[in-house]
């Protein structure tokens, strides 16, 4: 149940997408109206996810480590995995955000006779993790050209570099194949590692699905539905939605809307969900602090202001009271004009 009901969604919204773009009129909705509300609900939910975290307060120092701490000059310190200044904590991010070194480390536990507990590297979850991000970005940045005119020379130079090898005609891109392939292994272990499947959740599987079928209609358009779409008013529509004046004035294709409106779910999704982590990385204090408690002294800045009180100045305040009640006070209470 946890994975047809995203699927069941995901269908949905392609037949949704299929039949509304070929109702007069409708085109205007799936092809302007819909993408310039998620984008806004992107930008906007992204903006407010990353101010939310920002103003959440750390009031400890509780970076993750895994390595040895910089303590006597004459035990090696680990940088990376316990960074004490500035520096050291963003060679670490970096590594983290452009090459997820967290998945290369110790990310599967297997017990064996014994018993016998051993920890192991998870690399086959580490390629096709590379691969599926990097494929991602690939393909966004190819898109790019159907925005922009005239067209960037890097945008062209990625662009040679996807389609290098000319795999059939028109080009085959290698990121293509690549996140496809990615999408079927992740895919695979949410089903077949039972301890994965055990805490997946739907939220887990509708991103799979809805970025598989973003996929699956592209390599549609591009090689199987070429002659029932118009790359020319997909271009004009493209640079129009970026310029604020989108106009439509052809029949592009239905395969086009359908793509497009999968696209525009993904970013109204993007902010309300785990895909978040995009941005959550950056501001995450158990990697972007550094480990340095026992060199700072670090002090809540939201704590009260609270001056110092003497007993001398306590005992004043509360010296009838004290006599009153038989507690010993130090000064005895003055005598009164009458006494």
Excluded at 124 to 144: A, D, E, K, P, Q
Excluded at 170 to 181: H, R
Excluded at 284 to 310: A, C, E, F, G, Q
Aim: charge should be positive; include cysteine; charged fraction near 15%.
């Amino acid at each position: 149940m946890k994975y047809t009901f995203p699927l069941a969604a995901v269908i949905a919204l392609v037949l949704i997408a299929w039949i509304g773009a070929q109702i007069p009129g409708m085109q205007y909705l799936f092809g302007i109206a819909i993408p310039y509300l998620a984008m806004a609900l992107f930008l906007g939910g992204f903006c407010y996810r990353v101010v939310q975290w920002a103003k959440s307060p750390v009031p400890f120092r509780i970076p993750t480590t895994c390595g040895q701490e910089y303590s006597l000059p004459w035990i090696k310190q680990n940088k990376l995995e316990s960074p004490v200044n500035a520096s050291q904590v963003v060679a670490r991010m970096a590594l983290e955000i452009f090459l997820f070194r967290s998945l290369w480390r110790n990310t599967k536990a297997t017990v064996y006779d014994g018993p016998k507990l051993t920890y192991e590297s998870s690399k086959w979850l580490w390629i096709f993790g590379i691969l599926f991000h990097y494929s991602f970005l690939m393909i966004v940045l190819r898109h790019m050209r159907l925005f922009l005119d005239p067209v960037p020379g890097f945008i062209k130079a990625l662009e040679f570099g996807d389609g290098i090898l000319q795999i059939g005609a028109p080009t085959m891109y290698l990121s293509e194949v690549t996140i496809l392939l990615a999408l079927i292994l992740l895919f695979g272990r949410r089903i077949f590692n039972r301890q994965v499947r055990y805490i997946s959740l739907a939220n887990d599987y509708f991103p799979l699905f809805l970025i598989f079928a973003i996929v699956t209609t592209g390599i549609l358009m591009r090689f199987f539905l070429r002659t029932h779409i118009d790359i020319i008013a997909i271009k004009r529509l493209a640079v129009g939605l970026v310029t604020f004046q989108p106009a439509i004035t052809t029949d592009i294709g239905a395969i086009f809307y359908v793509h497009l409106f999968l696209v525009s779910t993904l970013l109204a999704y993007f902010p309300f969900s785990k895909l978040m982590h995009m941005g959550g990385v950056f501001l995450s204090p158990t990697r972007n602090l550094p480990n340095n408690s026992r060199m700072v002294r670090h002090i809540n800045p939201w704590n009260p202001d609270i001056r110092p009180h003497s007993y001398a100045s306590y005992e004043d305040e509360f010296r009838e009271d004290m006599v009153e009640q038989g507690i010993p006070v130090e000064k005895e209470l003055p005598k009164k004009a009458d006494d």
